[in-house]
């Protein structure tokens, strides 16, 4: 595991082997395989090299854990640099081209100037009955599975503290929807404010066609007691 | 607001709900509950709810039960009202009257007498000078005078 956002390990593919189940794409010519594993901070872009100062080196990358089946995001001679996405993993193969040995390999990585919070999988938390936080859709970008058709939005999540009706409010020519659900492609909508009940899990998505820096407020109140019907005297 | 029909009272039933924040239907109770006898006079029934979240409401209303007095002065505006002969009006309302003095009087044997006197007049009139509806009508509220009064 290649840990951090910049770094250097000194690896050796002396005795590694090509197994049936290592992607194809991940070999040269030699089939002595070793990998590694970085998991991407956030967007941004991913320097890689692998170092050896008697022979030349290939290095594969590829998003997610690959099958045999598996192209990577590129390949290249020596090193690569790919422009990765927050919150994935990406497998780094390294070969040698004809003869094992040792070698540095190096990373680093840049964020992007995308806002932290730019896709649903690392919302902002929020908190309290009630608040305010600053944000920005500047940089921001649209999930493929992700509702609404902004283009530039960035997402927080919060959790009703108590039983009422919460309402969202933004401004920065941006606009608000709080959604239910567990996963990005199956988010309910709510709309800018509704009933909650404690416990309730909201995202709450800010977007905006022009991207804008905003102030995203929110006001819970208290749920009234219940309503007893009796008959007329 | 009900007839007593015996000398504790009357059963008295009653329909109440309750709803939560969100429009969902909540138990509720109330004291005295629905089916209770209630006594001759006002009584206060509270009903009581809470929501899953220990939100609480309550709401009162009255149910008040005729004892004899009020329930013989409203048989008499019933027979002034049922446009009878005004023979017959005047007799079933003189033999009301009298009801009501002898009533005053806590003279209860006198009373039971004189209801039942009431009640062999209107079966009498009955089909004759005065409806049948109304006959049954006067004949049902003298006798559950007697009931409330517990007489022979």
Redesign the interface.
């Known amino acids: 595991m290649l840990e951090g956002t910049t770094g250097s390990v000194y690896a050796s593919n002396v005795d590694a082997g090509f197994t049936d189940d290592e992607p194809a794409a991940a070999s040269w010519y030699d089939g002595a395989t070793v990998w590694f594993a970085w998991d991407a901070p956030q967007n941004g872009t991913l320097q890689l090299g692998a170092d050896a100062d008697w022979e030349t080196t290939h290095v594969a990358v590829f998003a997610g854990e690959p099958t045999a089946a598996s192209e990577p995001v590129v390949s290249e001679y020596a090193g690569v640099t790919l422009e990765v996405v927050g919150g994935t993993r990406y497998y780094i193969a390294v070969d040698t081209e004809w003869s094992p040995g040792d070698f540095f390999v190096t990373w680093s990585f840049a964020g992007s100037s995308a806002p932290s919070n730019d896709m649903w999988s690392f919302a902002q938390p929020i908190a309290g009955v009630s608040g305010g936080v600053s944000g920005t859709t500047v940089g921001a970008t649209a999930e493929a599975d992700e509702p609404g058709d902004a283009a530039h939005s960035v997402w927080f999540h919060w959790i009703a503290p108590?039983?009422g009706v919460v309402v969202f409010s933004v401004d920065g020519g941006q606009s608000v929807q709080a959604y239910s659900g567990f996963w990005l492609g199956g988010l309910k909508s709510l709309g800018a404010s509704g009933?909650v009940?404690?416990g309730d899990v909201l995202s709450v998505r800010v977007a905006g066609s022009t991207p804008s820096p905003f102030t995203l407020a929110w006001q819970t109140a208290p749920?009234?007691?219940?309503?007893?019907?009796?008959?007329?005297? | 607001m009900t007839d007593a029909d015996s000398p504790h009272g009357r059963t008295v039933e009653?329909?109440?709900?309750?709803?939560?924040?969100?429009g969902r239907s909540?138990s509720?109770g109330?004291a005295p509950s629905s089916g209770y006898v209630f006594p001759i006079g006002t009584t206060t029934?509270t009903?009581?709810?809470?929501?899953a979240?220990g939100?609480?409401?309550?709401?009162?209303?009255?149910v008040?039960v005729n004892g004899v007095p009020e329930q013989l002065a409203a048989l008499r505006a019933a027979v002034v009202a049922a446009g009878l002969e005004t023979k017959t009006t005047e007799k079933l309302t003189s033999q009301l009257d009298d009801v009501r003095k002898q009533l005053e009087a806590t003279r209860t044997t006198a009373v039971c007498g004189g209801l039942s006197d009431f009640v062999d007049a209107v079966q009498r009139q009955s089909g004759k000078s005065s409806a049948a509806a109304d006959a049954d009508a006067f004949v049902a509220g003298a006798q559950r005078m007697r009931a409330v009064l517990s007489c022979a």
């Open positions: 108590e039983d009933p009940t404690a749920a009234p007691a219940p309503t007893v019907t009796v008959p007329r005297a | 009653f329909a109440v709900s309750a709803v939560d924040w969100r909540i509720v109330c029934v009903c009581s709810a809470a929501d979240g939100r609480t409401a309550s709401e009162s209303f009255t008040r």
